[in-house]
């Protein structure tokens, strides 16, 4: 039972463009949302989050879009960078601390 | 400002041998969470501690336990090691269980093989 679905497996997008990475989930239950970034051999770093009271959050290039209605979260990273060039994962909680995570998007940014 | 820290960063076993895992958390958090991270999916939640005690628990065996020490370090033991429990083993901390909203930071990971 994925509760939380990354339908892309990879995405490959032009320095300068935008990369929209996609999320969606299950259980309405949910009411915390966050965007890890996960380089070979580290362990996730946290981007950006939103709460359910919102339907966006921006921090500098990142910005989180929340459909609550449609059950979809989408992470923007505008302009993208070489240097964003990672594995993107989705999570979200509910009411507890425990995170269920998406499977991942890889991210290639080329030149 | 130290972040969260794992030890070792790699371990190989064998099937049926016990291991521990390590962790300490980023400075000021007080929540550790565990997670399996399997090749090629998301980290799946094995549990939480909290006030030296474990607060929540995903779908894992008895064979998976833990402990959080009163410096807020922890644990993570697995006995009886089997194939399948090859993954990479994150640690997360947490700003405590009574601010909510607040995001995780995971430690490098343990790499754990069997053989």
């Known amino acids: 039972d994925q509760q939380v679905k990354q339908n892309s497996p990879s995405l490959s997008v032009q320095e300068g463009r935008i990369s929209i990475l996609n999320c969606d989930y299950t259980?309405?239950?949910?009411?915390?949302f966050l965007w890890y970034k996960k380089y070979p051999a580290e362990g996730p770093t946290f981007l950006i989050s939103?709460?359910?009271?919102?339907d966006k959050n921006e921090d500098g290039r990142f910005t989180v879009f929340l459909n609550k209605s449609a059950k979809h979260l989408s992470l923007h990273i505008v302009p993208s960078q070489p240097g964003d060039s990672a594995v993107y994962f989705c999570?979200?909680?509910?009411?507890?601390?425990?995170?269920?995570f998406g499977t991942g998007t890889r991210l290639q940014v080329f030149p | 400002d130290a972040g969260v820290t794992q030890s070792p960063t790699h371990l190989i076993k064998t099937r049926g041998q016990q291991v521990t895992l390590r962790c300490s958390p980023k400075s000021g958090h007080d929540t550790v969470s565990w997670y399996q991270q399997a090749l090629g999916q998301g980290p799946q939640f094995i549990f939480q501690?909290?006030?030296?005690?474990?607060?929540q628990r995903g779908n894992f065996p008895d064979r998976f336990s833990g402990h959080q020490f009163p410096n807020y370090s922890s644990e993570l033991n697995v006995n009886a090691l089997l194939l399948g429990d090859s993954a990479l083993y994150l640690c997360?901390?947490?700003?405590?269980?009574?601010?909510?909203?607040?995001?995780?930071?995971f430690g490098d990971g343990t790499r754990l093989s069997i053989l």
């Open positions: 259980n309405s239950m949910f009411d915390y």
């Open positions: 501690y909290y006030e030296e005690e474990e607060r």
């Open positions: 999570a979200a909680s509910g009411g507890t601390d425990k995170l269920i």
């Open positions: 997360a901390s947490s700003l405590g269980r009574h601010h909510s909203n607040q995001p995780q930071h």
């Open positions: 939103i709460s359910s009271i919102k």
